[in-house]
């Protein structure tokens, strides 16, 4: 049973450009987190997806940030416009529909570098 | 607002030694807790979950308390190995009224470096 899949591991941008991050969560999880961790930060949350829904989007930056979760395919972060803050190592992680008791697990990441 | 904290940020010990991680969390409303390990340029990997209700969980050398009332969690590591070696994590899951159940609050983390 493949963990959760994140694409690609690195990803260089220049200022302006966008960024897709993509995660396949584990198989058998219909729920998706993304998460961001800023150099010397701790990880903070950003979304929270369904399949075809948004549950919670609190910690996303009101504009150039968008997150996805369709009906077939991976969960997609994108961010339009990059800036030099957004470099950060971005994560994504899954569960299964049970509810909050089931631990989340987590990929291992995109690094992502505003140049 | 809920915030984690973790003391030490860093710890360096000799291979065998047990220790002693620490976290506290400011608001107790929480729902569960959760430890995790993370090794450079790595993902997360869940290591312990507690609920609310419960007091520890254990599971090979590691063993994990959580005083809600209190707001504090310790991770304790028996005969330490240079495996060992890592970023432990602590995370707390907010009660239902308080976020959503991917919410975690995340600590930034105890470095931990066991010497050969």
């Known amino acids: 049973n493949a963990g959760v899949m994140q694409n690609p591991r690195h990803l260089v941008r220049r200022r302006g450009q966008e960024a897709r991050l993509r995660c396949s969560p584990m198989k058998g999880h219909s729920h998706v987190y993304w998460y961001r961790q800023l150099p010397e930060e701790g990880l903070k949350f950003m979304v929270y997806?369904?399949?075809?829904?948004?549950?919670?989007e609190s910690g996303m930056p009101k504009e150039r940030f968008s997150a996805e979760f369709p009906k077939e395919g991976p969960s997609i972060l994108r961010i339009q416009q990059v800036v030099r803050g957004d470099s950060a190592a971005y994560f994504c992680a899954s569960s299964p529909p049970t509810g909050g008791n089931s631990p989340l697990h987590f990929g291992n990441g995109t690094r992502l570098t505003v140049t | 607002k809920q915030e984690v904290t973790q003391i030490p940020a860093a710890l360096s010990v000799p291979e065998g030694e047990n220790l002693v991680l620490n976290c506290s969390f400011t608001d107790s409303a929480i729902y569960n807790l959760q430890w995790f390990r993370q090794d450079p340029g790595k993902g997360l990997t869940s290591l312990l979950l507690i609920q609310s209700s419960q007091r520890e969980q254990t599971s090979g050398r590691l063993n994990a308390s959580l005083d809600k009332s209190s707001g504090r969690s310790t991770l304790y590591i028996a005969a330490s190995q240079p495996g060992d070696s890592a970023t432990y994590l602590c995370a707390v899951r907010p009660s239902v009224n308080r976020g959503s159940q991917g919410n975690l609050i995340f600590g930034k983390g105890t470095k931990l470096s066991v010497k050969p």
């Open positions: 997806l369904q399949k075809e829904n948004i549950i919670d």
